[in-house]
C-alpha cells in the first residue's frame, strides 16, 4: 500500500507520517532526503531525529533514495520517505528522469497485500507565483511529480493545520 500525505511548511505532514509509521506492520524504516545545508534546517532535521522512536532504522538516501526504496521492499514492513520535495531537489529538479525513477522506486509497494509505503511532500501552488525562475520551475515539477505519485498511491490526504483530510482511497 502506498499512501501519500500532502501539505505545506509546518503542516504536521510528518507527524502524521511518523504515527502511520508507527502503526504500521514490522520492521518500520524511514529513507530520509534532505540534506542540513544551515544550521536552521539542520535543526529541523534534529527535531524528526529527537521525536521518532530510536529503534527505527534511518536511512539518508539523498538522490538514490528510489533505489532505497525499491531495495528496502523486500523486507516488507513499513517504510516511511521523508521527504519527496527534497529528493526532487537532489535531483536537480529533472522531471522526467524523476518519474521514471518514481515509478520503479513505488512498483513493490503497489499491491495493497505487500509492503507500506507512507511518502511525505510539499504540496505546491497554495501561495503566491514565485517571483524566480527557478523556483516557478522547481514548483512546476513537484507539482507533476505530486500527481504522478497520488496516482500511484492507494491512500493521498492533505495535511493542514495538523488535520488530515482524505483526498483518494478510504485507509485508515
Known sequence: MIRLLLGGTRSGKSGHGEALL???????RVVATGRACDFAFRERINAHKRV???????IEAGAEAMDVLAREAAAGGTVLLDSLDFWL??????TVEANVALARGFAPYGDPGGPELIVVSAETGLGPVAGDAATRQFIDALGALNQAAAALAHD???IAAGLSVQLKGNAP
Open 52 to 58: 521518532r522512536d530510536p529503534r527505527v532504522a534511518v
Open 22 to 28: 508507527a502503526a504500521g506492520p514490522l520492521p518500520h
Open 156 to 158: 493521498v490526504r492533505l
Open 89 to 94: 531537489f537532489a535531483c536537480h529538479g529533472d
